[in-house]
Every structure is written in structure tokens, then in C-alpha cells.
T-cell receptor, first 117, second 116 residues
Framework: AQKVTQAQTEISVVEKEDVTLDCVYE???????LFWYKQPPSGELVFLIR??????QNEISGRYSWNFQKSTSSFNFTITASQVVDSAVYFC??????????????FGQGTTLQVKP | DVKVTQSSRYLVKRTGEKVFLECVQD?????MFWYRQDPGLGLRLIYF???????EKGDIPEGYSVSREKKERFSLILESASTNQTSMYLC???????????????FGDGTRLSIL
């Protein structure tokens, strides 16, 4: 069965600190996709990144970076020099790949990040 | 930009009522999804649809039904609302891209539903 675990329920940091959000997944599929979403206090989930299981390259986008390691089934998310606007709930999610994929997402429990000024 | 619009941000209903939550997307997406979000549980899939008049059960379909009469609209129905259905409900849509349905899902703002 597919499962996503975000062991950190809440993280609190001071502005400018670096912070890493952990995500561990379980799947029997050889082809799958991993996602990160951000949910600010307004409520709407905002898509951040999608990664397929064949692409283990780490990715950097501004202050955001993602570390995908198939060997440990992890897809961790790091925010460098955090800012107050980064305060949100962050979700990691898993989707099975083809054939027969349906686009269903399995979400982790979410990590609430609070960045204090 | 993709826009997914949910009809209400906040809704209060009574036990036993039939409740309709509406969702509309403007990007001609094939796939649409309904989730509920509860503290400590993340998002759980209730129902999804990959075409007009098609529907599939998600992980927690009990007590819910859905309707998709038009491609852009996906409705979630609580047949007889109960207090344990008090939750945040999120609608999402995604592009199919010829059957490879792992495109990012785009979410609405959510409906916070309270059943009294």
C-alpha cells in the first residue's frame, strides 16, 4: 500500500534560519511521482514541485531545494534563509505512475512551519 | 492561471440535512477530486472523476456522493449530514495529458463545513 509520512508535526524557526521538512514514502510501484504543496493561512494548496521516480536530481528554486533519495525513500524539502511568509502547512504527496494511473494523490499528515520574526 | 472555485468558504448546516458543495474549474481539466482535510490526518480523498458522468470512490466515500454532469463542475453531496462530517473540504482539478494523469492538481480555497 502507498503511504506518505511527515514525522514533523510542527516546526518553529526564527527568520533567516534554514529549515528542512522531512518526507518518507512507501510504494511498490516502480514508476511514481512525488509532490510538495504549500497551504498558507488562506487555505488554498499551492503546488511547489513534482518529481518522477526516474529523476533523482536534486532541484533548487530560489530559496527552496528538494533532495530526492530513492535509497531511503525520502523526498525532503529545505527552505534556506526562511522568511515570515514561509509560515504555512506543507504537504508531501505521492501518486502512482502508469499504467493504470488515476492521478490520485496520497498525502502526508502535513508539517506546520512557523517562522518568527 | 488555473482557477478552481468552490461555492462557499464557510457553511453551517444541521444534522440530517442534505448538503451540496459545488466546485467549478475553468481550465477544461478532465480530472476532478474532492478531499477532506482534518488535523493530523492530512488530506483524504473522498471521490474523484476523470470524465463527465464518471466517478470513482476514493479512500473515504461513505456518507458522500458526487455528481459530474458537466466537465467543469464537480459536486459533492452529503446525503444526510452528520457531525463527524464537520471538516474542511477541498476540491481539485488536473489535466489528463493523454492518460498520464500525474499532472499537478490545482486546488480551490476550500469550504469549511460545520454540522450542528
Amino acid at each position: 500500500a502507498q503511504k506518505v509520512t511527515q514525522a514533523q508535526t510542527e516546526i518553529s524557526v526564527v527568520e533567516k534560519e534554514d529549515v528542512t521538512l522531512d518526507c518518507v514514502y512507501e510504494t511498490r510501484d516502480t514508476t511514481y511521482y512525488l509532490f510538495w504543496y504549500k497551504q498558507p493561512p488562506s487555505g488554498e494548496l499551492v503546488f511547489l514541485i513534482r518529481r518522477n521516480s526516474f529523476d533523482e536530481q536534486n532541484e533548487i528554486s530560489g530559496r527552496y531545494s528538494w533532495n530526492f533519495q530513492k535509497s531511503t525513500s525520502s523526498f525532503n524539502f529545505t527552505i534556506t534563509a526562511s522568511q515570515v511568509v514561509d509560515s504555512a502547512v506543507y504537504f508531501c504527496a505521492l501518486s502512482e505512475g502508469p499504467p493504470g494511473n488515476t492521478g490520485k494523490l496520497i498525502f502526508g499528515q502535513g508539517t506546520t512551519l512557523q517562522v518568527k520574526p | 492561471d488555473v482557477k478552481v472555485t468552490q461555492s462557499s468558504r464557510y457553511l453551517v448546516k444541521r444534522t440530517g440535512e442534505k448538503v451540496f458543495l459545488e466546485c467549478v474549474q475553468d481550465m477544461d481539466h478532465e480530472n476532478m477530486f474532492w478531499y477532506r482535510q482534518d488535523p493530523g490526518l492530512g488530506l483524504r480523498l473522498i471521490y474523484f472523476s476523470y470524465d463527465v458522468k464518471m466517478k470513482e470512490k476514493g479512500d473515504i466515500p461513505e456518507g458522500y456522493s458526487v455528481s459530474r454532469e458537466k466537465k467543469e463542475r464537480f459536486s459533492l453531496i452529503l446525503e444526510s449530514a452528520s457531525t463527524n462530517q464537520t471538516s474542511m473540504y477541498l476540491c481539485a482539478s488536473s489535466d489528463d495529458r493523454g492518460g498520464y494523469s500525474n499532472q499537478p492538481q490545482h486546488f480551490g480555497d476550500g469550504t469549511r463545513l460545520s454540522i450542528l
